[in-house]
């Protein structure tokens, strides 16, 4: 406001549900179908925002919520706000710069960063971006499971404090917008960083491979559809590091990874990306917090644009939300001064909600702040 006295107005929109609408009109057509594109008709994505705008807030007065407090623990971890960027993968596709820009945006925020598999820069570049700030790692566990065990011990190495292991991709869903412009950064190898600079993944090609062999063993390797829970099981026997299982909707499911070993769970319809005509993550939320118990960390994401979706979340029973495309429109309209000013928009809209629905913190939310918190 004050810069608005100079004439100055922001570069970006403050708008973050017109972020993708900015960023469709600057970003590659190709490379902004992959981006947001969703699965089949895209009811999955429309569920998502419709399970959040169903919700109302109820606002309660005079409670002296001068300032808010928005920190989370987890994993032991205090966090400043109880959000974590969603991993996305292949943000050389929005920037040239891809996801060494956006954790340098995330830990001028104080956001944690949750890095693909699939990302454009190694695991140990965006460490590198990220100095001393929290990052996890979010995991595709590929079929050749040497290659996995070096991620996972690549990842330790480098000082990221989770695993994510992403469980809703083992077959990678129908999506028009992609296949229209029949575009897929993988094959042009952006997004296998993480494979080609392996020193497992490498053993496994010829000593002369070339860039188009690298993009074949990815193509081969790099999920399993034959993947079941004692694979999770194998998995936790290869770290200490807390294991969190993503794309967790069904309760059943939920209490099937803390039996094989998961310490937490994500509650996620991969943005829609997946099933088309899914069920929202929102929706499924309190069913699976009711499962495993509220000593357990569960996270959602899927549908998420604002600070009062992320109360929403919070209040079904959520410890912190995965946040996900709008960072990255930012990240194609702006660079790293993108990612921040959306992280910047979002978090003050979160202290706001929090003061003005009555909250002192985080601990003060609950089904009681929303008109139908049940969703019944």
Not at 50 to 68: D, I, N, S
Not at 147 to 175: K, M, N, P, Q, W
Not at 329 to 353: N, S
Request: proline share 6%; net charge negative.
């Amino acid at each position: 406001m004050m810069e608005g006295l100079a004439g100055r107005a922001p570069r970006l929109t403050t708008d973050l549900t017109a972020l993708e609408a900015a960023a469709g009109r600057v970003m590659a057509p190709e490379a902004f179908a992959y981006v947001s594109g969703t699965a089949g008709s895209g009811a999955t994505g429309r569920a998502g925002r419709a399970a959040f705008e169903a919700l109302r807030l109820v606002p309660r007065m005079l409670r002296g919520t001068r300032r808010a407090d928005t920190s989370v623990t987890l994993f032991g971890q205090r966090l400043p706000v109880p959000v974590l960027l969603a991993p996305l993968a292949a943000q050389q596709v929005a920037h040239p710069e891809g996801e060494s820009a956006t954790v340098r945006a995330a830990a001028a925020t104080g956001v944690p960063m949750v890095l693909s598999t699939f990302a454009s820069r190694t695991l140990e570049e965006v460490a590198e971006a990220a100095g001393g700030h929290p990052r996890w790692f979010q995991l595709y566990l590929p079929s050749d499971r040497a290659v996995g065990a070096s991620l996972v011990r690549r990842a330790e190495a480098s000082g990221y404090g989770a695993i994510v292991v992403t469980v809703d991709a083992t077959h990678l869903g129908f999506r028009p917008a992609e296949l229209d412009s029949g575009y897929s950064p993988f094959l042009r190898g952006t997004g296998i960083a993480n494979f080609t600079s392996d020193p497992v993944f490498r053993a496994g090609l010829p000593a002369d491979a070339d860039a188009t062999q690298a993009v074949l063993r990815w193509a081969q390797i790099s999920t399993d559809p034959t993947l079941t829970w004692e694979d999770l099981a194998w998995l936790r026997g290869l770290t200490r590091l807390p294991l969190l299982v993503k794309g967790i909707l069904h309760p059943d499911d939920a209490r099937l990874a803390l039996e094989h070993g998961a310490d937490g769970v994500v509650v996620s319809t991969h943005g829609g990306r997946q099933l088309d005509g899914s069920v929202s993550a929102l929706e499924s939320l309190p069913a699976v917090r009711a499962a495993v118990g509220s000593d357990v960390p569960v996270l959602m994401d899927s549908g998420i644009r604002t600070g009062s979706d992320v109360l929403k979340a919070v209040a079904l029973g959520a410890d912190a939300v995965l946040y996900g495309r709008p960072y990255v429109y930012g990240l194609g309209l702006d660079g790293g001064r993108g990612v921040e000013h959306v992280l910047r928009c979002l978090l003050t809209d979160l202290a706001l909600a929090l003061a003005l629905t009555g909250c002192a913190s985080l601990a003060d939310v609950g089904p009681h702040v929303l008109a139908n918190g049940d969703l019944r």
